[in-house]
T-cell receptor, first 109, second 111 residues
């Protein structure tokens, strides 16, 4: 069973759309949760940490459901610059980050 | 804003050769990491380093890999005898006590 699973997409949306990405993780002992963004052939960049109570950063909202082992990212009012691959990342015991394969978003005008 | 830097940006080597990938972590960070990403695949953890020793490593990090912090600023990954399947992007990351920040990566091509 894959440790972190994501719908690979691609998600093709027009500017201004709202789009949601989902992620599930297999290890119930996972302790920390993140969304990273990766542009083509670039490094992963931290978008936001995900907290149990849910958290928001501007147009981005992240939710965590520990019982279902499910993480989500909602992007409102999509911009062209949001086009990228969004990586769901968990941290289990220890320091290693476990990455999903990512969901590709393409925003068009 | 402080950032992780890596050199070289692209390294081409022949199978069986040794390569050293270099990283300069963010200056006040204490934890250092190497990850790799084979083209089209997910980012995979290799090793973490704290207090001058390996704190965790994955099954990918076998005897052909080693890490070192030769001075107060550099953090290196050595691959002793490269194989074709070592071709990948290698990312260095560092953290204080929380989130990990990634360098721009070294693209390693083994021919």
């Amino acid at each position: 069973r894959k440790e972190v699973e994501q719908d690979p997409g691609p998600f093709n949306v027009p500017e201004g759309a709202t789009v949601a990405f989902n992620c599930t993780y297999s290890n119930s002992a996972s302790q920390s949760f993140f969304w990273y963004r990766q542009d083509c052939r670039k490094e992963p960049k931290l978008l936001m940490s995900v907290y149990s109570s849910g958290n928001e950063d501007g147009r981005f909202t992240a939710q965590l459901n520990r019982a279902s082992q499910y993480i989500s990212l909602l992007i409102r009012d999509s911009k062209l610059s949001d086009s990228a691959t969004y990586l769901c990342v968990v941290n289990q015991a220890g320091t290693a980050l476990i990455f999903g394969k990512g969901t590709t978003l393409s925003v068009s005008s | 804003e402080p950032e992780v830097t890596q050199t070289p940006s692209h390294q081409v080597t022949q199978m069986g050769q040794e390569v050293i990938l270099r990283c300069v972590p963010i200056s006040n960070h204490l934890y250092f990491y190497w990850y790799r990403q084979i083209l089209g695949q997910k980012v995979e953890f290799l090793v973490s380093f704290y207090n001058n020793e390996i704190s965790e490593k994955s099954e990918i990090f076998d005897d052909q890999f080693s890490v070192e912090r030769p001075d107060g600023s550099n953090f290196t990954l050595k691959i002793r005898s490269t194989k074709l399947e070592d071709s990948a992007m290698y990312f260095c990351a560092s953290s204080g006590a929380g989130e990990q920040y990634f360098g721009p990566g070294t693209r390693l091509t083994v021919t």
